[in-house]
């Protein structure tokens, strides 16, 4: 219960920050499609991209959190899918929603556990932008939400829910040139 507790104020934090309308500087909402068309950084590495840029590729965004025991049990049959599959036209990125936590943690977070895909702090105007298109529970990581994006762009699939490696494999190669 007390476990439970904790989870359920910390995700009052992340939508309570994460979903009220315009932005941080008072202007109006970021648009529907930011989440595409921002600048995005890779905290281990610091590499820069757009979920645009990776046209041509399968790209999966899981919106996270550090704190977040579901998403690092997702992540672990993550590194299990990834390395079965080995292919370079799928491109992963783990997006931390909540706005409490900063790139330097997220990356140790990555490396103490050996994980070397895409890691990234999103923006409150990004984290708005998903739940714009998705709905609020995507910004809840207990709830491991995943969004699949094809390689022409389209968005082919939302979940809800842990999967196991073999269900990721099957699901990632579904979408693979």
């Given at each position: 219960p007390v476990r439970s507790a904790g989870i359920l104020a910390s995700l009052a934090i992340v939508v309570a920050a994460c979903g009220a309308?315009?932005?941080?500087?008072g202007g109006p909402a970021p648009s529907a499609d930011e989440w595409r068309t921002a600048v995005l950084t890779?905290?281990?590495t610091g590499e820069t991209f757009s979920v645009n840029d990776l046209g041509g590729k399968v790209v999966v965004i899981e919106p996270m959190a550090i704190w977040c025991v579901n998403c690092q049990f997702q992540q672990g049959e993550v590194a299990v899918a990834l390395d079965r599959l080995d292919d370079p036209s799928l491109v992963y990125i783990s997006l931390d929603v909540d706005p409490n936590e900063q790139p330097d943690a997220?990356?140790?977070?990555a490396d103490e556990r050996g994980w070397s895909w895409r890691y990234v702090v999103a923006s409150r105007d990004v984290a708005r932008s998903l739940a714009a298109e998705f709905g609020d529970q995507v910004l809840s990581p207990p709830s491991t939400p995943m969004i699949l994006i094809g390689p022409d762009g389209a968005v082919v699939e939302q979940h809800l829910g842990i999967r196991g490696s073999d269900e990721l494999i099957d699901a990632f190669e579904?979408?693979?040139p």
């Open positions: 309308g315009g932005t941080e500087d890779d905290a281990r997220l990356a140790r977070y579904r979408y693979l």
